[in-house]
């Protein structure tokens, strides 16, 4: 079956860094676009960060800046490296997987995200 398994979460200082990895297996990777989406408590879940299988990135305005999406196809990973943070990054981060013209739809489990002093 298709897995994503999403990584690199913890605790850490307003200002410190963080960098989330997704490791996709079972798919052709390279023929997903890929995102990452989080969800605080009480809120929404929100997209922020796409990359596209041509390599174009999209950010929103909170995280626009700060956070960077990559891809690795030769590892079936993408990544997101997350600076500056902040306490409202708090949330539990999920990696997707999209294939627009299969209609197939993936996500990862989820990794925790905490910022506080």
């Known amino acids: 079956q298709v897995q994503l398994v999403a990584s690199g979460g913890g605790l850490v200082q307003p200002g410190d860094s963080l960098r989330l990895s997704c490791a996709a297996s079972r798919i052709i990777f390279s023929r997903y676009a890929m995102n990452w989406y989080r969800q605080a408590p009480g809120k929404s879940r929100e997209l922020v960060a796409t990359i596209t299988t041509g390599g174009s990135t999209n950010y929103p305005d909170s995280v626009k800046g700060r956070f960077t999406i990559s891809r690795d196809n030769g590892k079936n990973t993408v990544y997101l490296q997350m600076n500056s943070l902040k306490p409202e990054d708090t949330a539990v981060y999920y990696c997707?997987?999209?294939?627009?013209?299969?209609?197939?739809?993936?996500w990862g489990q989820g990794t925790q995200v905490t910022v506080s002093s």
């Open positions: 997707r997987a999209h294939n627009v013209l299969g209609g197939s739809d993936y």
